[in-house]
């Protein structure tokens, strides 16, 4: 089973500021990996898939990156809507895994 | 528009069963792999289940393999999964979702709790 180990476990951010999300695959995935973002009470979206790709609908001041077994988000400037738990998953194997989250909260 | 309404969710005694239901609809549901995800109160998003879009292979998590079984009607447009031998641990919302790199689409999730 492919371990997804995501971090840091919190990120504390003012709005306007930039946040970066990491996630680490403990063998490598290609780039067969998504991103999602679940608000409380939610289900989770679709964010990135491919490492890279932005899923329809989604702002530009996302951005994902990385390939083989280090990936990381990239909110460029974060908005009050943004501050949210962020999930990667890989599908590249079965069985398919989720990192723990990425909390992103108001600093 | 692409909408997933899971059902069947509810509260059951441990070593109980329960069959969830998934009403596929704005799409044409025999075209798609589909999965089930589970997450526990306030914990992350565990992955359950798959089935191709053809029914004819499926994949499980080894926490639940065993016990659990999807299956899905394409005639009915209709995800389900069997839930046997239910544990304290299985209590959890669970989610129906479309499989296309990644999961692109999830239903609002139904509850499951285990608990005697």
């Known amino acids: 089973e492919i371990v997804m180990t995501q971090s840091p476990a919190t990120l504390s951010v003012s709005p306007g500021e930039r946040a970066t999300l990491s996630c680490r695959a403990s063998?490598?995935?290609?780039?067969?990996l998504a991103w999602y973002q679940q608000k409380p009470g939610q289900a989770p979206r679709l964010l990135v898939y491919g490492a890279s790709t932005r899923a329809t609908a989604i702002p530009a001041r996302f951005s994902g990156s990385g390939s083989g077994t280090d990936f990381t988000l990239t909110i460029s400037s974060l908005q009050s809507e943004d501050f949210a738990i962020y999930y990667c998953?890989?599908?590249?194997?079965?069985?398919?895994?989720f990192g723990q989250g990425t909390k992103v909260e108001i600093k | 528009e692409v909408q997933l309404v899971e059902s069947g969710g509810g509260l059951v005694q441990p070593g109980g069963s329960l069959r969830l239901s998934c009403a596929a609809s704005?799409?044409?549901?025999?075209?798609?792999?589909m999965h089930w995800v589970r997450q526990a109160p306030g914990k992350g998003l565990e992955w359950v289940s798959h089935?191709?879009?053809?029914?004819?292979?499926?994949n499980y998590a080894d926490s639940v393999k065993g016990r659990f079984t999807i299956s899905r009607d394409n005639a009915k447009n209709t995800l389900y999964l069997q839930m046997n031998s239910l544990r304290v641990e299985d209590t959890a919302v669970y989610y129906c979702?479309?499989?296309?790199?990644?999961?692109?689409?999830w239903g609002p999730g139904t509850l499951v709790t285990v608990s005697s």
């Open positions: 998953q890989q599908y590249d194997t079965w069985p398919r895994t």
């Open positions: 979702t479309r499989d296309l790199l990644g999961i692109d689409y």
């Open positions: 063998q490598s995935l290609s780039s067969n």
């Open positions: 704005g799409f044409t549901f025999s075209d798609y792999w």
């Open positions: 089935i191709y879009s053809d029914g004819g292979t499926t």
